[in-house]
């Protein structure tokens, strides 16, 4: 495992290649770090890549073609070292293959490069999954960035939004209406962080709002 940084005038980045996961992000001129700090007893990671599955399976497993395979939690992907394909003054790209390994959990032949870059104080991060396989390739993809902030006092406000409806899983891990419509602006309080997973459709910028400077988060290209 190693990391990468990268830095210009206004921010920098910490990038591990276990997960291509992003480890640190700071505003240079005041020391800031964005990132969750990843204390174990509450939860290890910082931004883990969620690939080929988000979410979970009933009894970790499922079956394809006849065959079942196992898959933990979200996948493999941030569980696996990357290989560092490209790196420049303001980027850096990371990319995961196919392997024996993979095809035992997973049994498609793919590639998954996971591009940093900064631009003025702004970290553009990208995802490309190539198909290796010469059939249809069955995925899905996401985020899990987890950024510092203060219970009860710090909120998300998602941009041009009075009221969102939500989904969220269910017991059997399946994607369902949840509750009621909340308001855009989502104060960060135990019963807010209770909902567990809150899914948006169509998401637009969404603004964390800090007594340390705001971070916001645009999920181009994402439906969910």
């Known amino acids: 495992m190693a990391r990468y940084t ?16 992003l480890k640190s992000l700071k505003k240079i001129t005041t020391g800031t770090e964005y990132m969750w700090d990843a204390k174990p007893e509450y939860w290890k990671r910082t ?11 009933n009894n970790g497993s499922y079956r394809y073609e006849g065959k079942e395979y196992p898959m933990s939690q979200h996948g493999f992907a ?12 303001q980027s850096v790209s990371f990319r995961l293959e196919s392997s024996e390994e993979t095809k035992r959990r997973y049994p498609f ?35 899990h960035d987890g950024y510092r902030a203060a219970v009860r006092e710090d909120f998300i406000q998602l941009e041009g939004t009075e009221a969102v409806a939500l989904y969220g899983m269910d017991g059997d891990n399946m994607l369902t209406p949840k509750d009621r419509e909340v308001s855009g602006k989502l104060p960060l309080t ?25 971070v916001a988060v645009s999920t181009q290209d994402f439906p969910y």
Do not use: W
């Open 78 to 89: 941030r569980d696996m070292i990357f290989a560092v394909t490209q790196q420049a003054e």
């Open 109 to 143: 032949a793919f590639a998954l490069t996971v591009t940093y870059t900064l631009q003025e104080n702004q970290l553009i991060k990208s995802h490309r999954v190539e198909n290796l396989s010469d059939r249809d390739m069955l995925y899905e993809l996401g985020a």
């Open 190 to 214: 135990p019963m807010t962080y209770g909902r567990d997973t809150l899914v948006f459709d169509n998401p637009g910028c969404a603004r964390l709002r800090t007594a340390q400077g705001e």
């Open 6 to 21: 990268l830095k210009n005038t206004q921010i920098s980045i910490e990038v591990d290649t276990l997960g291509a996961e």
């Open 47 to 57: 931004s883990p890549i969620l690939f080929p599955l988000v979410g979970s399976l």
